[in-house]
Each structure stands twice: as C-alpha cells, then as structure tokens.
C-alpha cells in the first residue's frame, strides 16, 4: 500500500508539475482561457440577434449610468479595431422612470442618424453639467446643433418607430437578464459582467474570447 500511495502521490505531483507547465506555456503564448460560469454565464435562451451573419457584441447601458460614461471611449475605441465580422449594438435600457426619456433621446438620435455625434455629449450634459434632458423639447434643444431640424426631433421622439426600438431594447434587456449596467452580451448568448470579469477592460478580453470561440465554431479564421 505504501508503495501504491508513492507512486500515486509522484504521478498526481507530475500531473499538477505538467498542468502548470502547460498553462504557463498557454500564458507565455498569449492564449488566454475564460471559464463559462466563473468569467461570463451562458444564457439559458438566447437572444436573437440583428445580422446573424455577423458576430454581434451587444452592450446594455444607460446615459444616467456613471460607469456607462466611462466605459464609452473604451468600448468606441475597442469597436473600431475589430473586423468586419464583427458588430457592435448598443442598447440603451431602463428599469426605472426617471432612465425613460434618454431612453427615448438614445433611439430618437439613432433613427436620425446622429447617434455617434451626441454619444458623448449627452453623457457630458448629463454627468458633468448636470443638465436634466427630460421631455421632447429639451432633446429637441439639445440635438438641433447636430444638424437637425426642431420639429423633425420633436415627431421622431413620440414616433412609433421610436417605441418599437424601445419596446424590442427592453425586450432584449429582459432576455439578457441584465442586471446592471454596463453589461455585454455576445452573440446573443453569452453574458459578461464587471462583478464576474473585473474591469469594463477584462469584459472586453472575455468578449474578445468569445469572438474568436465563435469565430472557430463557425469555421472562419
């Protein structure tokens, strides 16, 4: 028995000595691997997404949210680098309502196409200046410098159009089962979290891991 518990105890020592080996040699090779459960959670359903034909990276958030704020320029920046296979979708959710009407600001800029113009601004306008952008008219104020017109923002902003986007943006927040924001959600499937993968930089390394997953599974390199 003591000889059967030696060599047990030296072929567990050569198997723990070999793990290491190899994940030092995976670390030193750049290859990072993340744990479905521990660093992002699979979603019980998936959410269908936009193009199916391209990967898609959704994020949830909110221009009320601070962390959303500082998470922009880190999110636009990473977004710009990636290939064309590859789509980012943001999603501006809410849950309470006081969050509505920049809900409704989000996808009135989205449906006239100046979006990536006030993205920035309106989280400045917000958390910095301090300015309420409430009703209609205030987003009307605040969009016609980017180029359009007063009345055109005010229609855009009740359109049916506009509720649809919000109607399908919370039904996407539900499906996700978000439960804060910034959140990240790839390919419909596939939930990350600040409270599971560290810093809004670690979700966008799990996301980039997923990418590639996805990528594989697909059969494209």
Known sequence: ????????GI?????????????????????????????YALLDEPVRTVDPSKIEVSEVFAYTCPHCMHFEPIIEAWAKKQPADVSLVQIHT????????????FYTAVALKIKDKVQVAVFNTYHIEHKELTTAQAWADFLAPYGVDKQTVLKTYDSFGVTSQINQANARTRGYKTSGTPEMVVDGKYRISTRTSGTQEDMLKVAQFLIEKIRAERGHH
Not at 1 to 8: C, E, N, S, V, Y
Not at 24 to 33: F, I, P, Q, T
Not at 94 to 105: H, K, L, N, T, V
């Open 1 to 8: 028995m003591r000889i059967f518990a030696a060599l047990t």
């Open 11 to 39: 072929l567990f020592s050569f198997s723990v000595f070999a793990a290491n080996v190899g994940s030092e040699a995976a670390s030193s090779a750049g290859v990072v691997s993340y744990i479905e459960g521990k660093d």
């Open 94 to 105: 809410s849950w309470r309502a006081d969050m509505e009407p920049y809900q409704r600001g």
